[in-house]
Each structure stands twice: as structure tokens, then as C-alpha cells.
């Protein structure tokens, strides 16, 4: 069995989706480890803000198999694949990291830049896996996320519930 940490991002109807994409996670491959749900600004087009966290589970499934996986639940949400890159989606599931991989598998490269990049995956990440470390840049996410500069984007956490539990509060 593998460990997987996957991003979870919409800005349309985002607790629906949200909702329907930890369901369809739930469901496929047993427990999850959810992180706090936050808020942010779209980053690379003007959009409305997303909801953002990070699930982490286990999977038998192998990298091309997992990833066709996570698009078929994007589908089954909506997602528009015709847009550009940058822009509004109902539902976005990135594989950030495969066990320890790296480089390229399936056609997914591993480990996922935007964990470098984006607090809005960071942060959640180093929240369910503070000593869990960078496949490649060996430092644990509790220590990538000390060292972000959080200037960069803002965040804030949201009051969410699933399964008829709050899993994500404010402040």
C-alpha cells in the first residue's frame, strides 16, 4: 500500500463539491486524514475564491491508475476540461505526493511543485504531515511551511462539516 496526499481545490458551489469529493474518496479507498479546510484567492486568473485542503489516504491503486481515478470523480462533479488552464472549476484533485517518489510516473510528476509554491497546499499538508518530508527536497513540511514566506498568498480557515461532523473550524 502506498501513502497519498492529495489536494482538493474548487470555486464553484465549493462545499458541494468539496462534499462530493471526499464522498467519492471516502468511498474508493477507506479512512482519510483531512486537513482544515481554507479559503483563498484564485492565483493565476481573477476568479472567485477557492476552498482548499489536502486528504491523505492509502491505495493499492498505482500512480496512472489513481489518477484516472481522481479525474473520473472530477468528471462525475463537472469539471470542464475545454478552459484554460487558469481558470473556475468545480472540482480539482492533484496527487501531491506518492509515497516517496519522484520524477516522472504515469505521465504525473512527482512530487507536485505546487507543494513549494502554493501555501494553499502547504499548509495543509504540513498540518496532517508535519514530519512526513519533501521526496526531494528532504525537509519535512512543518519546516517548508516555517519557511514559507506567507506574505505570498493568504489563507483562512473555514467552518466546514462532513459526514455530519465539523472537521474544519475558524480561527
Same mark, same amino acid.
Given at each position: ?68 481515478? *481522481?479525474?473520473?470523480?472530477? /468528471? ?8 484554460? #488552464? +487558469?481558470?473556475? @472549476?468545480?472540482?480539482? &484533485? ?49 519546516? *517548508?511551511?516555517?519557511?514559507? /514566506? ?8 473555514? #467552518? +466546514?462539516?462532513? @459526514?455530519?461532523?465539523? &472537521?474544519?473550524?475558524?480561527?
Amino acid at each position: 500500500m502506498a501513502r497519498v496526499y492529495v489536494g482538493i481545490g474548487s470555486n464553484i458551489e465549493r462545499a458541494r463539491h468539496v462534499t462530493a469529493a471526499l464522498d467519492a474518496l471516502a468511498d474508493a479507498f477507506g479512512e482519510l486524514r483531512v486537513s482544515t479546510v481554507f479559503e483563498s484567492e484564485a492565483v493565476g486568473f481573477d476568479g472567485s475564491p477557492f476552498y482548499n485542503l489536502v486528504a491523505g489516504f492509502d491505495t493499492a491503486l498505482g500512480v496512472g491508475e489513481l489518477s484516472r481515478t *481522481l479525474k473520473t470523480i472530477e /468528471d462525475r462533479n463537472g469539471r470542464c476540461r475545454q478552459g484554460p #488552464k +487558469f481558470s473556475g @472549476r468545480t472540482l480539482d &484533485i492533484d496527487i501531491l505526493t506518492y509515497d516517496d517518489l519522484s520524477g516522472s510516473h504515469d505521465g504525473i510528476e512527482l512530487p507536485r511543485a505546487e507543494i513549494l509554491k502554493n501555501a494553499f497546499v502547504l499548509q495543509p499538508l504540513a498540518e496532517i504531515a508535519p514530519q512526513e518530508r519533501h521526496p526531494v527536497d528532504g525537509r519535512s513540511y512543518a519546516e *517548508l511551511w516555517d519557511a514559507y /514566506d506567507k506574505q505570498k498568498q493568504r489563507l483562512w480557515p473555514v #467552518k +466546514f462539516f462532513w @459526514r455530519g461532523e465539523l &472537521i474544519s473550524r475558524t480561527g
